[in-house]
């Protein structure tokens, strides 16, 4: 069922997509839906730190522009980022591929296929309202800072309003599965590829006391 919930349609009357998603994610997907979870907290983490210094960062995209109150907004901002870390990946739903690189590593034809889930995910969220604002995130997030490296080609982080917080999911998702145990060395090591694989204006916030606990 969960590998076949990019065919449900979303319309007036029916359930949302994203409340499906997360519904099935949750009951027939548990590891990744704990792994984006977790990776949900330490976007709402760095973007909670940046917003603080700076309320107008994320104001490229619309709707948390449009918000006058600073704590409405930044109320809206982290719940966007607990769902940009749940949604951020949903393309894997759709393969097997995902579980396989657990156990071993991909051959090369393997990892083209697997490279499919940003452009999937992308899809499949961008063709329904609930989830339209979380589909830049699942497309540039495995895309370089500058350009030179990552994955897919089609993701142009200059012309994207969400880019910003597709910078944070990709310093979240770096942090997560380097994290085995010493943050700290997880965090030195993002900060080194900082204007490289990296936005610096994410890196400068990884200090935060949120990401130290």
Known sequence: VLFRSGDYYETDGTYPYSEVVENLLFRFDSPMYLRSLKTGALIQ????????????????????RAIGDAAKKRSALID??????????????KMNLARLAESRSLFEREYQIYKLHTLTGR???AARPSTARYADIALGYQRWYNGEGGYPESYIRTTSPFRQMADVTAVA?????????????????????????????????????DLKQ
């Not at 983490?45 to 948390?64: E, H, K, Q, S, V």
């Not at 599965?177 to 997880?186: I, M, P, Q, T």
């Not at 990296?198 to 916030?205: I, Q, Y």
């Open 123 to 125: 899809d499949d969220l």
């Open 173 to 209: 998702v770096f942090l997560e599965e380097e994290c085995s145990g010493d943050a700290h060395a997880a965090i030195e090591k993002a900060i080194s590829l900082e204007n490289k694989r990296f936005s610096p204006l994410v890196t400068a916030h990884l200090s935060s006391e």
């Open 45 to 64: 983490a760095i973007a909670g730190a940046i917003f603080d210094a700076d309320p107008t960062f994320f104001d490229d995209i619309d709707f948390l």
């Open 80 to 93: 966007y980022a607990k769902k940009c870390g749940l949604y951020h990946n949903i393309g894997l739903t």
